[in-house]
């Protein structure tokens, strides 16, 4: 969906959304309460200025307007893969805008994701993954690599890789996978305000990613291994 439709569809009482490059930003009225709201477009790859920028506004959001919630829209490749910003330090510029949306979220400021178009790599993972809860549209394509990506690096073959994601959600892109896995809380359909506005509220303020994918069958074992390593401790 384009990102302006998504707008009007999330805000239909008012919003004051605007496009900077590849960046989104503004805010928007649900409920009578006004949102933070900060973005990408165009398959944005997340480069060390659209990183410092993005955390530059959550910043200031927790300064300027404590406990206002943030919706974070997203549609990424993926981290930029150049040799300028690999020399600037990308990683750090990443981890850095994931460090300030959980700096939103220890301070009260509700975060929540919402996958539009795509997510891929590390521009999903210092997003939407460390929302209070990421949410989708059914029509998105959410992978962290894809089948021929993880053949060179696992060192299998593409058809062995393909055989595995028909039984295990964690070898298959797609974003009823990321449901399954918990990655995706769920799949908003229909009224998209009332799902922003029922997500305000219900969404979880602690993680239950590795419950949820649990519960649903598509990652038996993180949440034993955690609760393992919590009674250990």
């Known amino acids: ?12 009482d008012s919003h004051s959304i605007e496009v900077h490059g590849d960046m989104l930003c503004g ?20 480069g060390v200025g659209l990183a410092l920028n993005q955390a530059r506004i ?25 040799r300028r910003d690999e020399l600037l330090g990308i990683n750090r510029a990443m981890a850095h805008l994931g ?15 919402l996958v539009y178009d795509q997510a891929l790599s590390g521009g999903f993972i210092t997003s939407g993954l460390i929302a209070d809860a ?3 549209l059914p029509e998105a394509e959410i992978r962290v690599m894809g089948i021929p990506a993880m053949a060179r690096v696992t060192k299998l073959s593409e058809e062995r890789l393909a055989a595995l994601s028909r039984s295990s959600p964690v070898f298959a892109p ?35 990613r590795a419950a ?5 069958g598509g990652r038996r074992c993180a949440a034993p291994i955690i609760e393992r390593v919590l009674d250990a401790a």
């Open 134 to 136: 990421c949410y989708a």
């Open 212 to 216: 949820d994918g649990a519960a649903r």
């Open 27 to 46: 805010t928007g009225v649900v409920e009578g309460r006004t949102i933070a709201v900060l973005g990408t477009t165009h398959h944005a790859a997340i």
């Open 174 to 208: 797609g974003v009823d996978n990321y449901v399954v896995m918990g990655g995706i809380r769920a799949l908003w359909t229909g009224d998209l305000a009332q799902a922003l506005g029922d997500a305000l509220v219900t969404a979880p303020t602690v993680d239950e």
């Open 1 to 12: 969906m384009d990102w302006k439709n998504l707008a009007d569809a999330l805000f239909p």
């Open 99 to 113: 460090c300030c949306i959980d700096l939103a979220r220890r301070r009260g400021h509700r975060v929540i994701g």
């Open 58 to 82: 959550v910043l200031d959001t927790i300064k300027q307007h404590p406990g206002r919630p943030i919706l974070l829209l997203i549609d990424t490749q993926g981290q930029q893969l150049r």
